[in-house]
T-cell receptor, first 111, second 113 residues
Framework: KQEVTQIPAALSVPEGENLVLNCSFT??????LQWFRQDPGKGLTSLLL?????REQTSGRLNASLDKSSGRSTLYIAASQPGDSATYLC??????????FGQGTILTVHP | GAGVSQSPSNKVTEKGKDVELRCDPI?????LYWYRQRLGQGLEFLIY????????KSGLPSDRFSAERTGESVSTLTIQRTQQEDSAVYLC???????????FGPGTRLTVL
């Protein structure tokens, strides 16, 4: 059974810092890995999707890496801003369609 | 364009009642998913529809839960004889194909008293 773990559970940083969120998964036979952000009272917003054949994806200040063999992914956020405050979720797809999610990292960026 | 929409946004019901939750996926998306997020827990997969194929119901927690989808449009998730442990946010997502990015709706917050 696929299990996804995210570390840390919560993170509080001052504005402007670069930060790294970690995700690990137990079954390396994945199709892809997706990072989402979730704002209170709202649904999930997809940030980046990395296919199993890819090593990384970049979008603006976000960079996600994938090491499938070791079962790890990191989300790097450069020059963090208060608007980045949210819960960040990592999810892997190991069967057709279904995503398995981690518990999330609650990020607070204070001015 | 329009995203995934869900209704109602909030539902409060009494234990033992049946509830029906609705999801309108993005037009043209063939795949539709239901997930559940209980307080303090991660998202749990419930059910997945792909076109006209038989749905993947492997995540449904009990036979009180069922879901239907009409073609490639609206889906309804029905919970019969609700229990307090059914209280959660129910999230719906859709994707163009099963391997593509999933786009989520805002969710329905269900509270069972």
């Amino acid at each position: 059974k696929q299990e996804v773990t995210q570390i840390p559970a919560a993170l509080s940083v001052p504005e402007g810092e670069n930060l790294v969120l970690n995700c690990s998964f137990t079954d390396s036979a994945i199709y892809n890995l997706q990072w989402f952000r979730q704002d209170p009272g709202k649904g999930l917003t997809s940030l980046l999707l990395i296919q199993s054949s890819q090593r990384e994806q970049t979008s603006g200040r976000l960079n996600a890496s994938l090491d499938k063999s070791s079962g790890r992914s990191t989300l790097y956020i450069a020059a963090s801003q208060p608007g980045d405050s949210a819960t960040y979720l990592c999810a892997v797809r190991t069967s057709y369609g279904k995503l398995t999610f981690g518990q999330g990292t609650i990020l607070t960026v204070h001015p | 364009g329009a995203g995934v929409s869900q209704s109602p946004s909030n539902k409060v019901t009494e234990k033992g009642k049946d509830v029906e939750l609705r999801c309108d996926p993005i037009s043209g998306h063939t795949a539709l998913y239901w997930y559940r997020q209980r307080l303090g827990q991660g998202l749990e997969f419930l059910i997945y529809f792909q076109g006209n194929s038989a749905p993947d119901k492997s995540g449904l927690p009990s036979d009180r839960f069922s879901a239907e989808r009409t073609g490639e449009s609206v889906s309804t998730l029905t919970i019969q004889r609700t229990q307090q442990e059914d209280s959660a946010v129910y999230l719906c997502a859709s994707s163009l194909e099963a391997e593509e990015t999933q786009y989520f709706g805002p969710g329905t917050r269900l509270t069972v008293l």
